[in-house]
């Protein structure tokens, strides 16, 4: 027995407190069985890549029939706390989780060590990584017409891509620039250079004063869950920015959607 298997045997056969299940309570078996596991989880007696015990050591601890087991596992995995891996068990969850600082994430300073937004946010979480990328040219849809503040029939440079943490696909983004001012420039290529999108716009002289975002939560659709590898029932977060020169010019606008298990969001306010 490995390590790993020798320490969540431990934990679920050994009978500790909060293994015994009230069968007099509204609250069913099952759940009462996830609020154990997830318990254990928060307090990171089982961490991150810790195999959880089969589904028989967990019917032996809990005293309950294969498929209630089987629906306290279903429910923390659509809560993507476990993750199944086939021929080997379940697992808790492994992911990093970004702290992405809203008040820090798009400082010049980052720009001008020729780092991008994600490279800066991801340093010292995993090794950040970028495929599945396209750009080219296409005619705005209307939201970011809207963001951009452009006419029918305007052209955008579009860039899409999928952001990876050690391999692991965490973010989707697209980014859509007025064509006028892509045309000609190192943002048409895949690798825009040191800094990303923004230190090209200010190279070119749009000098960048604001960023505006928009924040909400939903569940992915099916493309989104196939290429972010969510588990049933894990929800995204989406992200919506776009950027202002300095006379109030919008430049630059991006979605993203984010496995929202592998994010913090965090913002500053000033109190006056």
């Known amino acids: ?46 961490g991150p890549g ?3 015990a089969s589904e028989t050591q967990l019917m032996e601890t809990y005293h309950v029939a ?12 659509a809560e993507g706390l476990l993750v199944a891996e086939h ?8 992911r990093p989780v970004v702290r992405r600082v ?20 991801a340093q010292g979480v995993a090794a950040p990584s970028v495929d599945e990328l396209e750009v080219g040219y296409e ?18 440079l579009a860039r899409r891509r999928r952001y990876l943490l050690d391999g692991e696909p965490v973010e989707l983004a697209q980014t859509f620039v007025p064509a006028d ?19 090209r716009l200010e190279e070119n002289g749009h000098h960048l004063a604001e960023f505006t975002e928009e924040v909400a939560a939903r569940m992915p659709t099916p493309e989104e ?11 995204v977060l989406t992200v919506r920015r776009i950027a202002f020169r300095k006379d109030g010019v919008p430049v630059e606008t991006t979605d993203t959607v984010k496995a929202a298990p592998a994010y913090v969001l965090e913002y500053r306010f000033p109190a006056e």
Do not use: N
């Open 1 to 46: 027995m490995t390590s790993q298997e020798d320490r969540a045997a431990r934990l679920h056969l050994v009978g500790a407190p909060g293994t015994a299940l009230d069968k007099d309570s509204d609250r069913p078996l099952f759940k009462q069985i996830a609020d154990s596991l997830r318990a254990q989880i928060i307090a990171g007696e089982l």
């Open 50 to 52: 810790d195999r959880v």
């Open 66 to 77: 294969r498929m209630t087991v089987r629906q306290a596992l279903a429910l923390l995995k």
């Open 87 to 94: 021929g080997r068990g379940v697992f808790v969850r492994a």
């Open 102 to 121: 809203a008040s820090d994430r798009f400082a010049r300073r980052h720009r001008e060590a020729g780092q991008a937004a994600f490279i800066a946010e």
């Open 139 to 156: 005619t705005a849809l209307p939201h970011v017409r809207e963001a951009l503040a452009l006419g029918a029939r305007a052209k955008v």
């Open 181 to 199: 001012l892509a045309k000609g420039t190192p943002i048409e290529e895949r690798h825009t250079g040191p800094g990303g999108v923004y230190a």
């Open 225 to 235: 869950r196939q290429r972010l590898r969510l588990s049933e029932g894990t929800p």
